[in-house]
């Protein structure tokens, strides 16, 4: 007999667990079963799916990218009939910063002035004049267009030509951007730095500093007093772009009155709670965003329901 399950999270990080069980729980408010996978059930899991001892409506994998021990079984349950939570071959076109940054544009969003350069392996000479350097300004931001994950291969505060030389040996067959550096101005005395979340349709801006990594809800006053509604409008052009499911973005305003994407798409979010640890999400955030993925569930689960009884009843 088959043990069905309407989703199961795969997960590898230790901090991950205080997520999962806020998920678990919003899930169990909706009556609906969850799974989770991490390192001392995957083998289990993927002998059982085989086995066709048990079967999924959805899937989230918040481990595959890091550890190759989740790769079989998420590709076992994606080769299946189940709903991905950010497809991988959608997360492959929505992490290249190059590819985000050129259709951003088109889109009208306002990025920071960007020049993007060929991987090293394909053109090995940096074609870069001294009047582009000038425009990018001092000091620099270096980002590989591919890698991703806590900031791995950035370069804040590059302020030469050998800077971008030297940067381009750690990822030799990535592209890179090379990016002014946004100064942010301020807003009611916060500095005007956001981290938006989204999530199947709902947008949670946060305000975030870039330096001490701290979060603060965005109010409903702040969102209409400050012109803040600007973001969930921004984060919403992004997932038209990126089209991901579950997803984080950072967007500055600057004194000119802008709000420029600073870092465009993050597909797996630091979900630690604030509670716990202090540059953490606000507990609340945490929260409303597993009710979503609960609600959107459920809501998937009922038009089904009601798509199946449809048919049956002419």
């Known amino acids: 007999m088959t043990r069905h399950f309407h989703l199961a999270v795969a997960w590898d990080w230790e901090f991950d667990r205080e997520f999962v069980e806020v998920l678990e729980f919003c899930l169990h408010a909706e009556n609906l079963l969850f799974y989770s996978i991490s390192h001392h059930n995957t083998l289990e899991t993927l002998r059982k799916l085989q086995k066709e001892e048990l079967s999924f409506g959805a899937f989230l994998d918040r481990a595959s990218d890091a550890d190759e021990n989740f790769t079989a079984l998420s590709r076992a349950i994606r080769n299946s009939d189940v709903l991905s939570i950010n497809p991988p071959e959608v997360v492959q076109h929505a992490i290249d910063k190059a590819t985000m940054h050129l259709e951003f544009l088109t889109k009208g969003l306002h990025v920071p002035f960007t020049i993007i350069i060929s991987p090293y392996n394909k053109k090995r000479e940096v074609e870069l004049s001294l009047s582009d350097l000038a425009r990018l300004g001092r000091p620099f931001i270096i980002k590989p267009a591919n890698t991703t994950g806590g900031g791995v291969g950035v370069i804040l505060g590059a302020e030469t030509l050998k800077d971008v030389v030297d940067s381009r040996q750690h990822h030799k067959n990535d592209k890179y951007l090379l990016q002014e550096k946004i100064q942010p101005t301020f807003l009611n005395g916060q500095k005007g730095w956001f981290r938006v979340f989204y999530v199947f349709g709902l947008v949670i801006p946060c305000w975030w500093d870039d330096e001490t990594h701290l979060y603060k809800t965005v109010t409903d006053s702040e969102l209409m007093s400050l012109g803040l509604q600007q973001l969930i409008d921004i984060t919403t052009k992004i997932w038209e772009v990126c089209r991901l499911d579950f997803f984080s973005t950072e967007i500055a305003a ?19 709670l604030q509670s716990k640890h202090g540059d953490g999400i606000p507990d609340q955030v945490v929260l409303d965003i597993c009710r979503q993925i609960a609600f959107h569930l459920k809501s998937r689960l009922n038009q089904r329901r009601e798509s199946m009884n449809v048919l049956d009843f002419p």
């Open 254 to 272: 600057t004194p000119k009155g802008k709000f420029v994407i600073v870092d465009y798409v993050n597909d797996i979010c630091d979900m630690r």
